[in-house]
């Protein structure tokens, strides 16, 4: 498997629920960021977690990150149609122990929110 | 402050024909990285720039890709005697520090006919 997988490949919801997305990632990491992509588009950087944080929120997201289960996970709640959208893990592993901007994307989660 | 620009957003070449993506970071980002995305795939890191130096080249193919980061102008990304296989989104993305993550631009669709 890859660095920096995401679980699932795709995830379909309706308005108002909620969506988890999770990443597993192999190496040691600096920090581990989320992105989102519409569809063509170019990447929109959500949030970033560094690797000595556990727990992180933003307006209606919220991450979590496990450095013992190299995991992260990244909840959108009270999701809208708008959150259509795929969704990217990404891990800065760093060189000499600082970030290191050579980020290792996974192959992303596609969320479809139903209105 | 407009961003990071990328240009042309589709650019479309015959086989053999060279590709040159252009990208200008973000005001007074000195950090430049270049990523494709195949389709259907996630990023994957080409190179990383800072201005008139090669930081990490680590993911350029070996053959007929070159990046550089000029101290005047943006950054090139060139392809020569592009192949079927070179079509896809290329991202660039500045940062001025790691700490507040990376500014993607809206990348250049290569397409080769």
């Known amino acids: 498997s890859q660095q920096g997988e995401e679980d699932p490949q795709a995830l379909s919801i309706q308005e108002g629920e909620n969506a988890t997305m999770n990443c597993s990632y192999k190496?040691?990491?600096?920090?581990l960021q989320w992105y989102r992509q519409n569809s063509g588009r170019g990447l929109v950087h959500l949030i970033l977690?560094?690797?000595?944080?556990r727990e992180k929120h933003s307006g209606r997201l919220r991450v979590t990150l496990d450095t013992s289960k190299k995991s992260s996970s990244l909840l959108i709640t009270a999701s809208r149609a708008a959150d259509t959208a795929s969704y990217f893990c990404a891990t800065d592993a760093g060189a000499g122990g600082t970030s290191y901007g050579k980020l290792t994307f996974g192959q992303g989660t596609i969320l479809t929110v139903h209105p | 402050n407009a961003g990071v620009m990328q240009n042309p957003r589709h650019l479309v070449r015959r086989r053999g024909q060279e590709a040159r993506l252009r990208c200008s970071p973000m005001k007074g980002h000195s950090h430049v990285y270049w990523y494709r995305q195949l389709p259907e795939e996630g990023l994957k890191f080409m190179v990383y720039l800072q201005k008139e130096n090669i930081i990490d080249e680590s993911g350029m193919p070996k053959e007929r890709f070159s990046a550089e980061f000029p101290k005047e102008g943006p950054s090139i990304l060139r392809i020569q005697q592009v192949v079927r296989g070179d079509s896809a989104a290329y991202f660039c993305?500045?940062?001025?520090?790691?700490?507040?993550?990376?500014?993607f631009g809206s990348g250049t669709r290569l397409t080769v006919v």
């Open positions: 993305a500045s940062s001025l520090d790691s700490l507040y993550g990376y500014t």
């Open positions: 977690i560094r690797s000595n944080e």
């Open positions: 190496t040691s990491i600096n920090n």
